[in-house]
Structures are given as C-alpha cells and as structure tokens.
T-cell receptor, first 114, second 113 residues
Framework: QKEVEQNSGPLSVPEGAIASLNCTYS??????FFWYRQYSGKSPELIMF????GDKEDGRFTAQLNKASQYVSLLIRDSQPSDSATYLC??????????????FGTGTQLKVEL | DTGVSQNPRHKITKRGQNVTFRCDPI?????LYWYRQTLGQGPEFLTY????????KSRLLSDRFSAERPKGSFSTLEIQRTEQGDSAMYLC???????????FGSGTRLTVV
C-alpha cells in the first residue's frame, strides 16, 4: 500500500463548478497534511495545510480532514481555467531537529473546461 | 524576500559525468530540503539541513550523491558518475523553524544522455 494515494485523473470539471480532489494516507499517526498545486514544468506551490479534523477554508479553497478515515480532500469552488494543474497531497513527518519530511502522492490532474 | 533560487535551471550531461546544483534559500530560513521529482510522480525527499548540519538523508541518496550547506546559507547537491536514472527535476525548499509547509525553488531539471 502506498503511503499517500491519489487518483491520477484527469478530473475534468466545467468552469464555475466545484472540483473535489481526494487523498488517502496509510500512517494513522500522521498529524499534518498539505496541498500543493503544480503547473506543467513548474515547481509545486503550497495552497494550504490542515492539522485538525474538519474543514479549513481559504478563499475558493477548502481542505477537509477525517483522521478516522485517513482521508484528506481539497475542494475548489468556482473553478477557473487557471486552476488546471496537478494537485499534490502530502503528509508530514517530523524529523530530527524538528524538520518536516513531506511524503507526496502522485498527484491528481485537474482540467477546468470552458 | 526573493524566494528560493536554484541554479542552473536546466542541465544536460553525459552519463558518467559529475554535476553540481546550487540552492539559495530564503535568507531567514534555517531549514533546507532537497527533493527529486520524476515525470508523473510526486516529489521524493532526499535530504534535510538545519543550519549547516545535515540531519536526515533518504536511502534514495546513494553514495554517488552528496549535499552540503557550508555556513548554513546556500546548499549544493552533487551527483557523481551520473546515470540515466538520475534524470529528474531536483527541487530545493526552505522553511523557518516551526514553519508550516515549504517554499520550493524553481528546480533544476537534469537530463542525462
């Protein structure tokens, strides 16, 4: 079983719709979770992170965490063509000295169609 | 704050040659990370520095790979005797102590021919 699993997609949604991206993880002790967006040929950009069960909203983005089900999701409201990218889910592990090791999924490709 | 800077942006090398990449983190960030990303995969952790100390290395980092961060500022990643399997995007990231999430640089894309 992979540590972090995502559906590779592509997930196609019409402009203005809600895009729902899902992620499951295997380590029940994981405490913090991150969503990154990556445009083709570019490096990942941090969208948001979540530590607590429930929802966390930031603009058009909402992250949802259910630790009992080991499930993280990202909702994008009012999807725009500029949201078309690969979305990476990552799970954090604390390292020696307090650093953070992120284990990434393979990403879900999102296509927002006009 | 000019972001995390990586050089070069692209590197093409012949198999068996040595290559070195440089990363300049955000100036006040004391933690620095190297990741590798191949096509269709998420980034994979390679190594981590806190200031000048290399505190963690992945088993992915074979003995052909070495990383340094002299004086706790910029970092270099060297790959000796490159192999075609080393072709990937090498990403550097930095963060503050207690910070949440990374800021990645633009990456160095390595192609071994």
């Amino acid at each position: 079983q992979k540590e972090v699993e995502q559906n590779s997609g592509p997930l196609s949604v019409p402009e203005g719709a809600i895009a729902s991206l899902n992620c499951t993880y295997s380590d029940r002790g994981s405490q913090s979770f991150f969503w990154y967006r990556q445009y083709s040929g570019k490096s990942p950009e941090l969208i948001m992170f979540i530590y607590s069960n429930g929802d966390k909203e930031d603009g058009r983005f909402t992250a949802q965490l259910n630790k009992a089900s080991q499930y993280v999701s990202l909702l994008i409201r009012d999807s725009q063509p500029s949201d078309s990218a690969t979305y990476l889910c990552a799970v954090n592990m604390i390292l020696t000295g307090g650093g953070n090791k992120l284990t990434f999924g393979t990403g879900t490709q999102l296509k927002v169609e006009l | 704050d000019t972001g995390v800077s990586q050089n070069p942006r692209h590197k093409i090398t012949k198999r068996g040659q040595n290559v070195t990449f440089r990363c300049d983190p955000i100036s006040e960030h004391n933690r620095l990370y190297w990741y590798r990303q191949t096509l269709g995969q998420g980034p994979e952790f390679l190594t981590y520095f806190q200031n000048e100390a290399q505190l963690e290395k992945s088993r992915l980092l074979s003995d052909r790979f070495s990383a340094e961060r002299p004086k706790g500022s910029f970092s270099t990643l060297e790959i000796q005797r490159t192999e075609q399997g080393d072709s990937a995007m090498y990403l550097c990231a930095s963060s503050l102590t207690g910070g949440s999430g990374y800021t990645f640089g633009s990456g160095t894309r390595l192609t071994v021919v």
